[in-house]
């Protein structure tokens, strides 16, 4: 563990040599004032009266040895009293019996604060990289002691008034809101793009989500597409605690450029649109699974890995690990959940009258999946696999409009709804002050770009 002691009134960890500079100070203004009191030392002791017994030092010794001896005891006096915190960072293996042997405080301290229980019992198990921090009082005496449970909430216990027995509390942190900025260029990834420009890793995965209704993530970004997003950050003691939501984003792919604004109703579900009020949600997602590589596209007329003759490929295979997720392209219900010949294990959907869509080599099924079964748009349906006749893990998609084999990757699909009427006028307002921070943050990248 590492141990800083601090003189600060404040629980702010110092280093050690600033403990003994503030001790030395201490030590130094006491030889002082109790030299000018010595002073009259001599006069006092000559014409006091003799008394059974008496603090004052022996006659014997000199005024000097007097001072000498009064100035060490009040200076230890002085440095007993001091109150000090003590910040320790916990490390692999510590334990709290340790951290207080460490710091000087008795088993007996360590026993009462364990006793507390409840919350306090979490010290029982303290974890690698939190901080724990310690007041002391006089005589080595446990005063307060904080500890993080979370980035919110810290354990605090404090000594009560007879110093016999201690309080244990937890106190609540607020998260405070900030806007975070990130944007990127895109040279081999979207997702290496994205953690270059800063952007966690699960709003890279939701940024796909959003324009994924657009933009195949599969096969249609290339080398030089762009993004900017504004988002959401919590901290909590002036320290992050976590990313919140996509507020605005912005793609631009090729020579196409999409925008996106997030915009909570008045029954509390969010939604993306774009600026002018369109929803960006579409009837069918493009890639039924995340930022895989396509393996094999739609045709109708391609040689067979297994079968080793031409057969018409009426759908896309996209390679990915196996256990991939594989999600419904749209809401649904499950026609088919089972064994189909060389498509091997197979979820059929059937999404209303018109369309369907199928997902083969799948590893396996969600569990409690079965024929008939609701399901919604981006819910897990299976697993990417090899079941069936396939070389290797990958998932066929196939897309049908009335039994008819159709490309997923070029039919246009189903508008979305647009904002309802009675939201129109906050949205508004809303989407006005995004885009403006967005394109104000796009014009300081553009001034820094030399």
């Known amino acids: 563990m590492n141990l800083i002691k601090s003189s600060a009134p404040q629980p702010i960890a110092m280093g050690l040599h600033n403990i003994a500079y503030s001790y030395r100070s201490t030590l130094l203004a006491g030889a002082v004032t109790l030299g000018l009191v010595f002073a009259f030392t001599p006069r006092l002791l000559q014409d006091a009266p003799p008394t059974g017994h008496s603090s004052i030092l022996p006659l014997a010794l000199s005024t000097a040895q007097a001072a000498d001896i009064r100035s060490a005891n009040v200076a230890t006096a002085m440095m007993r009293s001091a109150e000090r915190w003590i910040s320790v960072k916990i490390q692999p293996g510590d334990r709290l019996a340790q951290v207080f042997k460490q710091a000087?405080?008795?088993?007996?301290?360590?026993?009462?604060?364990?006793?507390?229980?409840?919350?306090?019992?979490?010290?029982?198990?303290?974890?690698?990289?939190?901080?724990?921090?310690?007041?002391?009082?006089?005589?080595?005496?446990?005063?307060?002691?904080?500890?993080?449970?979370?980035?919110?909430?810290?354990?605090?216990?404090?000594?009560?008034?007879?110093?016999?027995?201690?309080?244990?509390?937890?106190?609540?942190?607020?998260?405070?809101?900030?806007?975070?900025?990130?944007?990127?260029?895109?040279s081999s990834s979207l997702y290496l793009a994205g953690q270059k420009a800063g952007l966690p890793d699960a709003l890279t995965m939701e940024m796909a989500n959003i324009f994924g209704w657009d933009i195949d993530f599969a096969t249609d970004v290339q080398r030089g597409d762009n993004f900017t997003v504004l988002y959401e950050e919590f901290y909590a003691q002036g320290e992050k605690v976590r990313a919140g939501e996509i507020l605005a984003a912005e793609f631009t792919n090729g020579d196409k450029t999409l925008q996106a604004i997030r915009f909570n109703d008045g029954k509390g579900h969010a939604s993306y649109y774009t600026p002018d009020g369109m929803g960006m949600r579409k009837a069918f997602l493009r890639t039924p699974v995340e930022f895989s590589r396509i393996s094999s596209g739609f045709s109708l007329g391609r040689r067979h890995p297994i079968l080793n003759h031409i057969r018409s490929h009426k759908g896309v295979d996209y390679a990915a690990p196996t256990g991939t997720p594989v999600k419904a392209a749209g809401d649904g219900t499950v026609s088919f959940a089972g064994n189909k010949s060389g498509y091997g294990k197979t979820v059929i959907l059937q999404h209303g009258k018109q369309y369907s869509t199928l997902y083969a080599h799948l590893s396996r099924y969600p569990e409690g999946l079965n024929e008939g079964d609701r399901v919604e748009q981006g819910q897990v349906i299976g697993y990417v696999g090899q079941s069936g006749l396939a070389t290797g893990p990958h998932l066929h998609y196939e897309f049908r409009v009335n039994d008819q084999h159709r490309n997923p990757l070029t039919i246009k699909l189903t508008q979305a709804e647009p904002i309802p009427s009675q939201e129109k006028s906050e949205f508004a307002r809303e989407a006005k002050t995004l885009m403006d921070q967005l394109t104000a943050f796009k014009r300081t990248l553009t001034a820094r770009t030399p």
């Open 104 to 186: 000087g405080l008795d088993t007996q301290q360590l026993n009462k604060v364990l006793a507390l229980g409840g919350e306090a019992a979490k010290l029982a198990r303290l974890y690698p990289g939190k901080t724990l921090k310690i007041k002391m009082g006089a005589e080595g005496r446990l005063q307060e002691l904080l500890y993080n449970i979370t980035p919110t909430r810290t354990l605090h216990i404090k000594e009560q008034g007879d110093a016999a027995s201690f309080m244990a509390n937890t106190v609540e942190h607020p998260l405070e809101r900030r806007i975070a900025r990130a944007a990127g260029t895109i």
